[in-house]
């Protein structure tokens, strides 16, 4: 099990990040939260299985359609026992 606090930047408002984030965590079982933030950045809180996290991360270095992903920074933190995945 593993965590990381991710913050991705470029244009990722707007653009259904944060619901296709949210879908993609589930998906591969990776719990967690997403929100905007007002540098219009994307921040994120993964945890799961090392090899689920690892693929929403790589996703998220895409994101959806209308996206422009400049930059992804994943720091790891500490595993909290996060259950479900929200949109903050």
Same mark, same amino acid.
């Given at each position: @099990?593993? +965590?990381?606090?991710?913050?991705?930047?470029?244009?990722? %408002? /707007?653009?259904?990040?944060?619901? !296709?984030?949210?879908?993609?965590?589930?998906?591969? /079982? #990776?719990?967690?939260?997403?929100?905007?933030?007002? *540098?219009?950045?994307?921040?994120?809180?993964?945890?799961?299985? !090392? *090899? $689920? #996290?690892? %693929?929403?991360?790589?996703? @998220?270095?895409?994101? =959806?359609?209308?996206?422009?992903? $400049? *930059?992804?920074? $994943? +720091? =790891?933190?500490? =595993?909290? /026992?996060? +259950? /479900?995945? !929200?949109?903050?």
């Amino acid at each position: @099990m593993i +965590r990381r606090h991710v913050t991705v930047s470029g244009r990722v %408002q /707007g653009v259904f990040f944060r619901e !296709t984030c949210r879908r993609e965590s589930l998906s591969y /079982g #990776v719990a967690g939260w997403v929100r905007n933030r007002a *540098d219009g950045s994307v921040e994120a809180v993964l945890e799961g299985e !090392t *090899d $689920a #996290v690892e %693929q929403v991360l790589a996703w @998220m270095r895409s994101g =959806p359609s209308h996206a422009v992903v $400049a *930059d992804v920074e $994943a +720091r =790891p933190e500490e =595993p909290t /026992g996060e +259950r /479900g995945f !929200t949109v903050r």
